[in-house]
């Protein structure tokens, strides 16, 4: 909550067009990195959790596109192509950044012996 309300803050006084929570997470993420340690097990409690039940967040968006859709019949391939284009932007994200977290995590162990 604390990222959380830094981000907000950024983007209140930054006059930002990106969620607060957004740069929030961001910042989480650099502090953990920097920390150059696990995430906390109280941390690591709450992403499984909350990965569990991630679909209970996406529904009502998806709620909303349909109705988005029907009041805007002219531009429904604007909105399909940009559903596309940004899921496959997050897969490919995803992706890659898992790629590096499993790079660096298999070189700790190396890092360690030394």
Request: overall charge neutral; glycine content about 8%.
């Amino acid at each position: 909550m604390v990222f959380q309300g830094i981000g907000e803050s950024i983007v209140y006084f930054g006059h930002l067009p990106i969620p607060g929570p957004v740069i929030g997470m961001v910042l989480l993420f650099l502090a953990l990195q920097a920390k150059n340690q696990g995430a906390p097990a109280s941390l690591e409690d709450i992403a499984h959790l909350m990965i569990r039940y991630l679909y209970l967040f996406l529904i009502p968006a998806c709620v909303g596109c349909f109705f988005l859709i029907k009041n805007n019949l002219e531009e429904w391939i604007i909105i399909i192509i940009s559903v596309v284009v940004s899921t496959l932007v997050s897969m490919i994200f995803g992706a890659l950044m898992m790629k590096y977290m499993l790079t660096r995590h298999q070189k700790k162990p190396e890092e360690d012996s030394q």
